[in-house]
């Protein structure tokens, strides 16, 4: 028997029991160490907000359907940034360059369960760099997120960003941005992240909710404003006030996950008169101009090697290292107390 975390419910979680799964041909099995607790996408489907809930998703149209929940209580295994050892290998996996054997720890996406029996094929390359923390090893996934709202926006060498939403997301980001070149003007609403923000490379922080963010911002610039806003935070106002903030042709990458109607969004208004770029990232994909050399493989692998370089830290954005019996600790946390906490991993 294997232990994975579930949702039953809005706001309620379990740790429950499931059977082994099969060694499959082909497969490998890996125990896991380390889960990390996405803040936003995750935190939808633990709220209840998430569309898959109340909506079912058309892959072939690429369109959500009213009618039917695509997902339904209990939500059972979600998570995307794991870390675990090999513990098995099917006998007709043949050993080659990347290939994990057994011992090996590996980094990728199997869920918040005790252990995930997943292709080779799909775990090839996926060995952590040799001396990296295996703790390290659950940021792949959110660093490429980060990586990819940076490379939607674009950013060149003396030009200005506002990262809004300094989550483990958003600092992320604000890191990869400084090191592609750009000046980075960190926004959020507690200062607790602005004051980290200022440590991973942000060269100004602005509160959300005390200064006028779009004026201060083009203070900073001289009155031009920023060349590129990027939101992580998911919050309609914080996008409306990053389309108000770049300056006049300049582009907003919406790289957030909106929930419900666009309450404090006008798109009348300096989006309209600004002639605004709004363009969306999503991990889903590339940048559709990157996709003949990017591909969502190369974003993880290029963030952890910038972490096994000392490039990115990302261990320092740890706050909380949570049993997996107590999960349903670590996820009231993030939604009631989110001054508190960052990344939050669970172990097994």
Do not use: K
């Not at 770029?277 to 993880?300: N, Y």
Request: glycine share 12%; proline share 6%.
């Amino acid at each position: 028997m294997t232990r994975v975390v579930q949702f039953t419910g809005p706001r309620r979680v379990a740790v429950a029991e499931a059977e082994s799964p099969p060694l499959l041909p082909g497969h490998l099995r890996i125990r896991t160490r380390y889960s990390g607790i996405s803040a936003g996408t995750e935190l939808t489907a633990y709220r209840g907000s998430n569309p898959y809930l109340t909506r079912t998703w058309d892959p072939d149209d690429r369109l959500f359907r009213e009618g039917a929940a695509g997902v339904d209580y209990p939500v059972t295994g979600w998570g995307y940034s794991e870390v675990g050892e090999v513990t098995e290998v099917a006998p007709d996996v043949p050993a080659g360059p990347g290939v994990p054997a057994p011992g090996d720890l590996v980094w990728g996406v199997w869920g918040h369960r005790d252990e995930g029996v997943l292709p080779a094929e799909r775990m090839t390359g996926h060995v952590l760099p040799a001396g990296l923390d295996p703790l390290a090893g659950v940021f792949a996934r959110v660093g490429a997120i980060a990586h990819n709202a940076v490379l939607a926006a674009d950013l060149h060498l003396g030009e200005t960003v506002a990262v809004f939403g300094q989550g483990v997301i958003g600092l992320l980001a604000t890191r990869l941005a400084g090191l592609s070149g750009a000046d980075a003007i960190a926004v959020d609403p507690l200062d607790v992240r602005l004051s980290t923000a200022l440590t991973h490379g942000a060269r100004h922080a602005l509160n959300a909710r005390t200064d006028e963010v779009a004026e201060r911002v083009r203070e900073l610039t001289g009155g031009l404003g920023a060349d590129v806003a990027i939101e992580l935070s998911g919050a309609y106002p914080a996008l409306h006030e990053a389309l108000r903030s770049v300056a006049v042709g300049g582009r907003v990458v919406a790289s957030g996950f909106y929930q419900g109607d666009g309450v404090g969004l006008r798109l009348g208004d300096e989006f309209h008169h600004n002639r605004v770029q709004l363009v969306c990232s999503q991990i889903g994909g590339v940048p559709p101009q990157l996709a003949g050399r990017w591909t969502v493989e190369r974003l993880q692998r290029t963030f952890l090697g910038l972490v096994a370089d000392g490039r990115v830290d990302v261990l320092s954005l740890v706050s909380h290292v949570v049993p997996v019996a107590r999960a349903a600790e670590a996820y009231t946390l993030l939604d009631e107390r989110p001054a508190e906490a960052l990344q939050v991993v669970l172990e097994f």
